[in-house]
């Protein structure tokens, strides 16, 4: 055998159970490594075509309202559903079979095949089948099994897992394919160019699937009322192995049953958009086996066999999926992709870092977590909670709160009893939280490190960059070195305020009135940002107060202490409450912070009053930019008599990067409009998230990974920059600001900085530069 | 832009060709021999919703073969089959598999030409699961939706033609 040319170390399958932390890490620098570019290439070309084709569906909201509530009543009814499609495919004339466990499943269809006397099976691609391991068992007892999607070919020549749900094979790219064609069939064909790949591979299947004694395939969807299967593709191997061979075997999860005939049309014009980026794929098989009206092909003469169909349901975790409130969610999905696709981390490294031994990406941890163990989830800690993917998903799972609850058990998963309830007794970590790693407990709860830190400025920041501090941060909570820390700022955004600003003056003439809440990130990071928004606010005649520093739960949550974050939006929606009471809308200068109050208070306001509070804050709670630009709009202002950008003495040309999940709350365009209105002309980048992410970038694990992200942001600056001269780069998220400054090594502004200068009188001093 | 135009805009998006011609079986059959003037191996499904006679000048074609030999049917160059629908938003066409050789002549044959009426164009690939549309043939248990021809993206660049036909060439009859 040729020797391979990856160590063992290197090799997917080695590195495809991530149990342990140091596999994951192995996998990470294997993607970077080995799979990176062609990962990266084809992943990013299906999230662009994502985002044109779902913007053809006119109705593309209220079909993903309609998928969604389909699959809530589906998996609500399951056990009817089960007993109505047995019904339905024995009266179609088909054979029925419900599988407990994995076992089941490859046990029953193995006999199914021996009874047949089948030696050669054709397979088509499916994420189920791999779960199950369902080809080893098949081959143990002597049947070949020929996998026919071109993908599933490589995989299975290569002995390698899949790295994407819909595109398994996406990381391998066409020279790597034809190393590996070479070296696997010894031979001296021309391989060079994807046709010449596809016809070698074409003729060696078309004669597999002619000798076939059985296919077997997946399914996408089921209707119960029908036993009719859907089946997306576009090479025709689907097509191939549920037709030529007269035996066809369906082996599918009891997730994909919907009622009827009827629910199927949603789901079929939201799979193609969402996984390929394609109004349709080439085939989409909608049919109702055996198909006894349509003729069976022979070689020999005589009657041909009569067609035979089994379908194979299996749970295999299901049900105790469904039974978890959380991992519940995950039986809503419909494996289109769209989650990996636009996931930053998961376009730099793909599904053999970011994924597990059958499913990958962002949903992936939650079905590893149901069909095998916690523990295999880990690698769900690639999830920065970016948000990205929570409006990509067409049946509207939040995926990073899936993934911060995994985060939390498997927290109280590693960690022993003993040290929980130290932390519980010592730390105050409430019980739930108690498992975090010091890690976790320290990005956890910034808001200490920033109320200390603060206080004593001129010691944490001496300290902060004393390199024996920096190795101390390294090892005991791993804090990587090589990263800049931002200074704890003092005065502090609300000590400075309550100084210079005193008692609010309550205008009663203000048309506008809010309340800027001092995020912990603003408010010890950079108050100058803080600064900046409260004098463009006061420009365009807001009345606007500043709120008490509170912790919002960001920080907690993203480390997966959701019991530390429950509290802390308690608190801090108290605090709102009161606000909104009297009538100030609330402004947030940090876009991951408004994105609490927007979108994941819904999980951490409990009750009936939690549920208003949270419906109220997210109607009036805005991003600065945001609001100065709705302040505008309604009062008929010109922005460009306001802010002047000629005035700008950083220039008018600036490259903008929008924060992750300020994209995905909806209030980036605005910032964009703002700044056009105000003279500026704007480029903005085109990346889904810079790759710090709060506080994942400054992990010493993810150090890499959160660089490789990088390059693409500091790509297109220089890209931008390279047809012309120097912008000034832009950045609304306090994170993401420190990504762009670390790559680009020059100054990065918030759009509020950018503004308030053109208002200031020559001369005058920047309110956050009078010190103590 | 009426369904008809727009259906046809979509399916050469979809790297599908497409005419009109008037609704006769000399017609079908001359186009048939206008798109492949050499051909020897041709399989004409039957129809269903179209008169069978519309195929007749095609089943007279020379080298229309019939019969259900794997080997025969793995080197056809042409299929012919009846599409009982086409999409106008996604340019698809709807393709019975449960009735005769219709699966197999829209998947084994090199080329795959399709007759569809221009009446039975619905605006989106939902309409197929509704039953009060096309005339209440919309909601049927066995077919395909077949969008372009076959075609892959897994041995890097996108490539036409995998393991089913490499081209679709759609008649529409009006």
């Known amino acids: 055998m040729a020797a391979s040319p990856t160590t063992s170390l290197e090799s997917p399958r080695a590195v495809a159970n ?228 007269p035996l066809h075997i369906a082996i599918t999860g009891v997730e994909k049953i919907v009622p009827s005939r009827e629910d199927l049309g949603p789901f079929i014009e939201l799979l193609a958009a969402s996984g390929t980026g394609q109004p349709m794929t080439s085939y989409t098989s909608v049919f109702s086996p055996p198909l006894r009206n349509a003729r069976v092909l022979t070689d020999a003469n005589g009657a041909p066999p009569e067609r035979e169909f089994h379908l194979v349901i ?46 990958s990406g962002g949903i992936g941890g939650a079905w590893e977590a149901g069909t095998r163990d916690l523990a295999s989830a880990r690698f769900s800690e690639l999830c920065t909670g970016c948000s990205r993917c929570v409006t990509q998903c067409p049946v509207r799972i939040d995926i990073p709160w899936l993934n ?69 941060l390294e090892g005991l909570v791993g804090l990587d070195r090589r990263r800049s820390l931002p200074a704890f700022a003092s005065p502090t955004l609300v000590s400075a305020a309550r100084r210079l600003r005193g008692k609010p003056a309550t205008t009663q003439a203000a048309r506008h009135k809010a309340v800027l809440f001092a995020d912990i990130f603003t408010n010890y990071g950079s108050p100058s940002r803080g600064f900046a928004a409260l004098e463009v606010l006061d420009a365009i005649g807001v009345d606007v107060v500043v709120s008490e520093a509170l912790p919002d739960g960001r920080a907690a949550l993203s480390q997966g202490m959701i019991a530390t974050a429950a509290k802390q939006a308690e608190r801090a929606g108290a605090k709102l409450a009161e606000y909104l009471a009297e009538g ?74 929008s924060h992750c999940q300020q994209k995905t709350i909806g209030s980036a365009a605005q910032t964009e409009a ?32 959160s660089l490789a992200v990088g390059r693409d942001l500091f790509g297109q600056v220089q890209l931008v920059e390279g047809h012309g001269e120097r912008r000034v780069l832009v950045a609304s998220g306090t994170s993401c600001q420190e990504q762009l400054q670390a790559g680009m090594q020059r100054e990065v502004v918030h759009p509020m900085e950018l503004l308030a200068e053109l208002i200031r009188p020559a001369g005058a001093e920047r309110a956050d530069q009078v010190r103590e | 832009m009426d369904l008809l135009e727009q259906f046809e805009t979509a399916a050469r998006e979809a790297a599908a060709t497409v ?31 179209l008169p069978s006679e519309l195929f007749d000048s095609c089943r007279a074609l020379p080298g229309v073969f019939a019969g259900r030999s794997k080997k025969e049917w793995s080197a056809a160059e042409i299929g012919i089959t009846e599409a009982f629908a086409g999409v106008a938003r996604t340019g698809s066409i709807c393709v019975a598999v449960d009735q005769g050789d219709t699966g197999y002549a829209s998947l084994l044959a090199r080329a795959h030409i399709a007759i569809l009426a221009s009446e039975d164009i619905v605006e989106r690939p939902m309409d197929l699961f509704r039953l009060d549309r096309l005339r209440g043939k919309g909601l049927r248990a066995n077919f395909v939706f077949v969008t372009g021809p076959s075609a892959t993206a897994d041995m890097g660049p996108l490539v036409r033609g995998v393991h089913g036909p490499h081209q679709l060439h759609i008649l529409i009859v009006v």
């Open chain 1, 314 to 359: 299996i749970d295999n975790g299901r049900s105790k999926m469904r039974r978890d409130p959380v991992l519940r969610e995950a039986l809503y999905c419909i494996r289109c992709g769209a989650c990996s696709n636009c996931c930053a981390n998961f376009q730099a490294v793909g599904g053999h870092a970011f994924g597990g031994e059958t499913y």
């Open chain 1, 404 to 472: 911060a609850v995994l985060r939390q058990r498997l927290g109280q998963r590693d960690s022993s009893a003993a040290s929980r309830a130290m932390k519980e007794a010592f730390a105050g970590v409430p019980a739930e939280d108690a498992g975090a790693p010091l890690q976790k407990l320290f990005f956890g709860r910034y808001d200490l490190a920033g109320k200390w830190g603060s206080r004593l400025a001129w010691l944490a920041n001496g300290l902060s960059n004393f390199s024996l501090t920096r190795r101390l």
């Open chain 1, 674 to 705: 703002l700044l056009r209105a105000a003279g500026f002309d704007v480029i903005t980048s085109e990346v889904e998230c810079c790759g710090m992410a709060g506080s994942f970038g400054y992990k010493k694990e993810y150090y890499d990974l």
């Open chain 1, 584 to 657: 100030r809308d609330i402004i947030v200068v940090e876009p991951s912070v408004l994105a609490m109050f927007r979108l994941d208070y819904r999980h951490l306001l409990e009750g009936e009053d939690g549920r208003q509070l949270f419906e109220s804050l997210r109607a009036h709670s805005f991003d600065a930019a945001e609001y100065v630009w709705k302040c505008i709009q309604e009062d008929g202002l010109d922005a460009a008599a306001i802010f002047l950008a000629s005035r700008s003495s950083r220039g008018t040309r600036i490259f903008y990067h």
């Open chain 1, 18 to 245: 991530k149990s342990r932390k140091a596999t994951l890490l192995a996998a990470i620098r294997m993607a970077l490594r080995v799979e990176g570019p062609a990962v990266r290439r084809n992943v990013q070309s299906l999230n662009r075509n994502r985002y044109v084709a779902t913007a053809a569906i006119p109705d593309y909201d209220a079909l993903k309202d309609r998928a969604r509530e389909i699959k809530e009543r589906s998996i609500a009814h399951q056990e009817e559903l089960v007993a109505t499609l047995e019904a339905s495919v024995k009266r179609n004339g088909g054979h029925f079979y419900f599988a407990r466990t994995a076992e089941d499943a490859t046990r029953y269809a193995a006999e199914v095949c021996t009874r047949h006397g089948v030696r050669l099976v054709v397979k088509a691609k499916s994420m189920t089948s791999e779960e199950i391991g369902l080809n080893h068992v098949l081959e143990q007892e002597g049947i070949e099994v020929a996998e026919t999607d071109l993908a599933e070919f490589i995989l299975q020549i290569a002995d390698e897992q899949p790295s994407h749900l819909v595109g398994p094979a996406l990381h391998y790219s066409r020279e790597r394919i034809t190393e590996l064609f070479k070296r696997h069939f010894q031979t001296d064909l021309p391989l060079d160019t994807g046709e010449e790949l596809t016809k070698f591979a074409r003729e060696k299947l078309r004669e597999q699937f002619l000798k076939a004694d059985a296919g077997i395939s997946g399914a996408n969807f089921i209707a119960a009322d029908s036993g009719t299967l859907v089946l997306v593709e576009s090479e025709a191997n689907i097509r191939m192995t549920v037709l030529v061979p």
């Open chain 2, 19 to 49: 005419e009109r011609i008037p609704r006769s079986p000399n017609e079908i059959a001359a186009a048939v021999t206008r798109f492949a003037p050499r051909t020897l191996r041709i399989a004409v499904a039957e129809t269903e919703g």
